[in-house]
């Protein structure tokens, strides 16, 4: 497809499960980053991919969290053993390498946890 | 860490002119860009500033002025269709992006 493409887009589960989340960045985007966003607040940064290399893990909110990047192209968001806190959506971008290079966002998965 | 500040709402009628301000304070500075989000979907890029001064691109302009940490998205001759929510990302170091909060705009007939 042309743009970001994420599945689930939705996503309920019960506390303490797993889940995977799953981006499709723009074909040829070697830069891949992951956001949440809660409501009412702006996008938080979690994760930045640069091929299949995550150079900046600083922002994952703890190690339940992780991802990976295959082939330079798809990338999951795993995060074990959910907690409520964890309910926000999360949005993945893709873009071409330089500083002037803008991000595109998919639609995001809009994660619930009961 | 990283401070961007911007209203959190805004009302404008149909065919009127909106200013939305956001001031910054961060570590390091490599260009400011706005995004547009619809209730429900993804962002979208409106416009990228790195040098002071204003970028225009047809109703939407973005002003920029680094020494005082701050830019404005200038929106012209509103549309219905503009309601919704403004993002200001500050790009602090090589890559990732910093943004506000979002500044929610409802346009009324």
Known sequence: ?114 | GQNIDQPTEMTATEGAIVQINCTYQTSGFNGLFWYQQHAGEAPTFLSYNVLDGLEEKGRFSSFLSRSKGYSYLLLKELQMKDSASYLCAVRADDYKLSFGAGTTVTVRA
Do not use: M
């Open chain 1, 1 to 114: 497809g042309a743009g970001v493409s994420q599945s689930p887009s939705n996503k309920v589960t019960e506390k303490g499960k797993d889940v995977e989340l799953r981006c499709d960045p723009i074909s040829g985007h070697t830069a891949l980053y992951w956001y949440r966003q809660s409501l009412g607040q702006g996008l938080e940064f979690l994760i930045y991919f640069q091929g299949n290399s995550a150079p900046d893990k600083s922002g994952l909110p703890s190690d339940r969290f992780s991802a990976e990047r295959t082939g330079g192209s798809v990338s999951t968001l795993t995060i074990q053993r959910t907690q409520q806190e964890d309910s926000a959506v999360y949005l993945c971008a893709s873009s071409h390498p330089g500083l002037n290079q803008p991000q595109h966002f998919g639609d995001g998965t809009r994660l619930s946890i009961l």
